[in-house]
Structures are given as structure tokens and as C-alpha cells.
């Protein structure tokens, strides 16, 4: 019997997996979907504190860090003091620059991938995953599986 998280694993596998694929065809094999969303909050906000990008992206401090440090080995953002030794500035490059139309059509083409799948479903699954992590954040999953030591 397959666990709940290898399927959630196996689905983002999927999917993530399609996106990588299709960079890679078009020039890019070093850069990764879930990079998209910092280089699109990059382009419309400008440049920004990890803090602010995390949650202008919607992830943890931790997570945004670890994006940007991949991004800034692969030369697509900066990283700059801030007002403060602290804060670190995250800055596109002229090459996460130049890559900006392509990464939004990739973004576009997703949606619509997207939607043709939700089509597909019994029930949207984005639709799915936000009642998923409403209903955890009333009562954590923790909470749900209770006292199994006892």
C-alpha cells in the first residue's frame, strides 16, 4: 500500500519534473521550477531582504535562504548588505534578467496545465491542498495522529 507522502512526493515529482524539463530543452538545465517564484517577485517588487521574499513567496525565512543560495550559484541573483549586517539584499542578475519572458511563459503555460489537469479531477487539486492546509493549521497533524506511546 502506497503512504500518503509518496504520493504527494510522487505527484510533485511529476510535476515539478515536467517544468525542470522543459528549461532544460530550452537552455536552462540549471534552473529549477521553484525558482520562478522568487525571480517573478524579484521583477515586479525589485530587489529585497530574504525575509521580505520569503514572505512575498509565501515560504519560511529557511526555505527562501537555501532558493537564493542555489540561484546565486547559478548566477541568477545578487546578494548585497543591507542597512544592517542582517539583512542580505537579493538582487536579479542580468542573466535571471534576460531569462524574465521565458520564465513567464513557462508560468502562463503551467496555469493552463494546470487547469486542463484540475478538468481532469473529481476536485480541482489546488482546491484540495488549500482545505488540506487550512484544516492542519486549525488542528496540526501531530494533534491528529495523537498519543501513540502510550
Known amino acids: 500500500m502506497t503512504g500518503l507522502g509518496t504520493l504527494l512526493r510522487h505527484v510533485h515529482d511529476l510535476m515539478e519534473g515536467g517544468i525542470a524539463e522543459l528549461y532544460a530543452d530550452l537552455g536552462l538545465p540549471d534552473y529549477r521550477p521553484r525558482f520562478s517564484p522568487v525571480v517573478r517577485a524579484l521583477a515586479a517588487q525589485g530587489p529585497m531582504a530574504i525575509r521580505d521574499l520569503a514572505t512575498a513567496i509565501g515560504v519560511t525565512h529557511s526555505a527562501a535562504g537555501q532558493t537564493v ?62 482545505a488540506t492546509v487550512e484544516a492542519l493549521e486549525r488542528r496540526d497533524f501531530r494533534a491528529r495522529i495523537g498519543d501513540v506511546a502510550g
Open 69 to 130: 543560495a542555489q540561484m546565486r550559484r547559478c548566477d541568477l541573483v545578487t546578494l548585497e548588505k543591507g542597512a544592517d549586517a542582517r539583512h542580505r539584499i537579493v538582487r536579479l542578475t542580468g542573466r535571471a534578467s534576460a531569462a524574465l519572458p521565458l520564465i513567464e511563459a513557462e508560468w502562463a503555460a503551467t496555469e493552463r496545465a494546470v487547469r486542463e489537469l484540475d478538468a481532469e479531477l473529481p476536485v480541482p487539486l489546488a482546491e484540495v491542498l488549500r
